[in-house]
């Protein structure tokens, strides 16, 4: 088999196996690139794509590469400098080397806060949360999306909802009712919708033989955030942050 054939069958291979290698691979602000020209040594540079989705080439200056794959945007450098006429056949590889466009950052209750990847397969918020470790004690199930500045909020029981890079995932903590006095468990217990009085005394053990179901108080924050006392009738719903005082038996 000859030289020129041996070259021509793996360049066919390199053909056919590029764009599978490549397949849903764009560039995007904060990677890292690493542009190589073939045969001219002071021209390869490692660079990371700008706010603007450029990179800065020596002698053709700023390329746009943003939504482009590599391969794409080797072509739009190569066509930089020769459209410049720095060079007259310029071969240009573009290999990137770190992924920040498609990460996003998770935080609060969750069991591994960080940065994480964004599958391209699988990119709703659920399947990063996932990746975290999942919801920590405490979570709850409503987490906040900040994008382009912006927060949205989000409920994880509801259809699952797309992340983007660069997205912030903020896991809240679960809304809790308090319950103390003349109860059998006192302590903080989750809100769940429709929780009245009487079940959220339940939840926490029940009446005491020494507390009186006559004189429950409720606390709930008022509108300048202090808090407000009221008598609690057993069927009124419980909000978060609520707290409900089980006093003794007057005889």
């Known amino acids: 088999m000859t030289r ?53 080439m020596p002698l053709a200056g700023e390329v746009k590469v943003t939504g482009m794959s590599p391969t794409q945007a080797s072509g739009e450098v190569a066509k930089a400098l020769k459209d410049g006429k720095f060079l007259k056949e310029p071969r240009v590889s573009i290999a990137l080397t770190t992924v920040r466009s498609r990460q996003v950052s998770v935080l609060g209750m969750v069991t591994r806060p960080g940065r994480y990847p964004l599958d391209t397969t699988s990119p709703a918020v659920q399947d990063v949360i996932a ?12 987490v906040t999306v900040i994008r382009n500045g912006e927060a949205q909020k989000i409920d994880l029981l509801s259809k699952p909802f797309t992340l983007e890079g660069g ?17 059998a468990r006192a302590g903080a217990y989750p809100v769940t919708p429709g929780l009245t009085v009487l079940q959220a005394i339940s939840v926490g053990g029940g009446i005491t033989p020494r507390g009186s179901d006559r004189r429950i108080k409720l606390r709930r924050p008022g509108p300048d955030g202090n808090m407000v006392e009221t008598d609690a009738k057993p069927q009124d719903v419980v909000k978060a942050d609520d707290v409900i005082f089980v006093k003794e038996a007057l005889f």
Request: hydrophobic share 40%.
């Open 4 to 56: 020129k054939l041996l070259l021509g069958l793996a360049l066919a291979a390199t053909a056919l196996t590029a764009p599978a290698a490549e397949k849903g691979e764009t560039l995007g602000v904060g990677d890292t690139v690493h542009i190589t020209v073939f045969g001219q040594p002071d021209l390869t540079t490692d660079t990371r794509i700008t706010e603007r989705g450029t990179v800065q």
């Open 131 to 142: 990746a975290a470790g999942g919801i920590a004690p405490g979570g709850g199930d409503s």
């Open 167 to 183: 997205d912030t995932v903020y896991v809240e903590k679960a809304p809790v009712f308090y319950v103390y006095g003349e109860v």
